[in-house]
């Protein structure tokens, strides 16, 4: 074959796999559309909840989570009244905080606890909101020796105060610190499931996608690394999946790509994703509430859609031409 030929060949193909790469983008954008819809149709007085029995003091730590999702999207995805919805809903998070300083998964009267403490700062700094040294102190308090934070600094006699790898790895993005205990423990423990031990939700990639949410260049190499790893396999269930694929999407791997696929076609004709998130433990108001370990507590899929959403968005903001680097951490 002579250059001119290649090049012949080169300058034909190139169009149908922009035409390819602009059919999927056209797709994200239609499914992102109507997830958002229903996202914001499950909204109630300015915060989300989830629809199961199993969590009802949920609220503060579902808006959070939802919030936090929310502000990875692009303004051109969301119309006025959603971005007005937005605004509203910092608005509650930030009046539901608690006077000891942080936020609550429990009902009124609860104690603070890092993990939901976490998401909300990590929530109204996606949104250029301010956050109160006290919150951040409060997740100080919860680091224990071996590099990990547990749930509340001091805990009921019938709530762990075990590290938690979902927590250290939530608590470590809002503190936007991390040291050599705490990677090690966060590599030890980042393919062990969840439910299995004492955080919020049961998922190892529920870990491994917050992680790479951190700040670039934050992970050190032997965590990114880990986590490379553990996505290199499948996943089951709908949650499961998209969290695979925002991790996928932050590594920049081509297996993102038919992944997306899959999961667009997953969605459902109301907008949503079906929700298959596992609560892993009894973490809420400690009152004894018979919350059993590996039941779905997302029955309305209101975690699921979002977490979708957001992995599709992020693939939206990541040209084709640079999945496959070999530096997947470091990101545009």
């Known amino acids: 074959m002579t250059d001119q030929q290649s090049e012949l060949d080169h300058r034909t193909s ?3 796999r ?9 797709a994200s954008a239609e499914a992102i559309a109507a997830g958002l819809k229903f996202v914001f149709a499950q909204r ?6 989830l629809g199961s029995s199993l969590s009802p003091e949920s609220t503060a730590w579902v808006t959070a989570y939802m919030l936090a999702r929310l502000g990875e999207i692009p303004q051109h995805h969301l119309c ?13 998070l930030a009046q539901a905080r608690t006077p000891q300083g942080g936020w609550s998964f429990g009902g009124p009267g609860s104690p603070d606890d890092a993990d939901t403490t976490a ?17 951040l102190q409060l997740i100080h308090r919860c680091r224990r020796s071996d590099g990990g934070y547990t749930t509340r600094p001091e805990a009921p006699e019938n709530i762990t105060r075990s590290s938690a790898a979902d927590v250290t790895a939530i608590a470590v993005r809002a503190l936007c610190a991390i040291d050599a205990t705490s990677s090690e423990f966060l590599a030890a423990h980042l393919g062990s ?4 031990g004492h955080g919020r939700v049961g998922s190892a990639l529920f870990v491994s996608s ?3 949410d951190w700040e670039p260049c934050m992970a050190p190499w032997f965590v990114v690394n880990a986590v490379r790893q553990l996505v290199q396999q499948e996943a089951e269930g709908t949650w499961e999946q998209a969290l695979l694929l925002r991790c996928r999407m932050r590594l920049r791997l081509q297996s993102a790509w038919p992944l997306a696929a899959a999961v667009r076609r997953l969605q459902r004709a109301n907008g949503s994703w079906p929700g298959s998130a596992c609560l ?12 059993r370990p590996g039941e779905y507590f997302d029955e309305d899929g209101v975690l699921a859609t979002v977490t979708a959403v957001s992995a599709l968005a992020i693939g939206d903001q990541q040209p084709g031409l640079y999945f496959g680097s070999d530096l997947p951490f470091r990101r545009l």
């Open 44 to 49: 109630r007085e300015a915060a989300w909840s």
């Open 280 to 291: 892993a433990s009894l973490c809420a108001s400690g009152n004894g509430s018979a919350v």
């Open 193 to 196: 499931n969840t439910e299995e």
């Open 119 to 135: 998401w909300a700062v990590t929530a109204l700094r996606q949104h250029g909101r301010p956050v109160q040294q006290g919150a």
């Open 14 to 16: 190139q169009p149908s």
């Open 18 to 26: 922009d035409a390819a790469e602009s059919r999927s983008s056209g």
């Open 210 to 212: 917050t992680l790479m």
């Open 80 to 92: 006025f009244t959603q971005r007005q919805k937005i605004e509203e809903s910092l608005d509650w």
